[in-house]
């Protein structure tokens, strides 16, 4: 089998001669071998792993992406950002660590921009709203009679 890991800016892992693939989305680990059905799914910020026909793993952290299997022996994953390198303990504690810490910093920076587009907009509506309707006086206090 082929595997290539992409990012939006270069080609990140091109291998050959691909035997064993494990990969993990939000339902969990999965493994693919040669002719796996066509495929695809939304990878979760996790390492990939495959064994070549040699033997040998190898692996790549993937924050987040796709990951799609066609022909059977043909895998491409397209993710935002990934690192390629054979210590699978340093990719688990090191570099998803620092993937998870991103994605939720700018999950937070997403709230925050909601929160300010939120407030402008309702300070734009005080500024456009008409004038508040006047009260109403009593019947008694348009006859002139005090009540």
């Not at 660590?97 to 909601?114: G, K, L, M, N, V």
Request: charged share 25%.
């Amino acid at each position: 089998m082929n595997l290539t890991v992409t990012t939006p800016l270069a080609i990140i892992t091109k291998a050959e001669n691909v035997a064993h693939v494990r990969a993990e989305d939000d339902t969990g680990a999965f493994g693919i071998l040669r002719g796996h059905a066509d495929f695809l799914t939304a990878l979760a910020i996790s390492v990939v792993s495959w064994r070549d026909d040699r033997g040998a793993e190898h692996h790549v952290a993937v924050r987040g992406g796709m990951l799609a299997v066609s022909g059977g022996d043909t895998i491409t994953v397209a993710t935002r950002e990934a690192v390629a390198d054979d210590d699978l303990h340093r990719l688990e504690t090191e570099v998803l660590a620092s993937f998870q810490r991103r994605s939720e910093e700018e999950i937070t920076a997403r709230t925050d921009a909601q929160r300010l587009y939120l407030a402008a907009i309702r300070r734009i509506y005080g500024f456009l709203r008409p004038d508040p309707l006047p009260r109403l006086t009593s019947a008694a206090s348009q006859d002139g009679r005090e009540s």
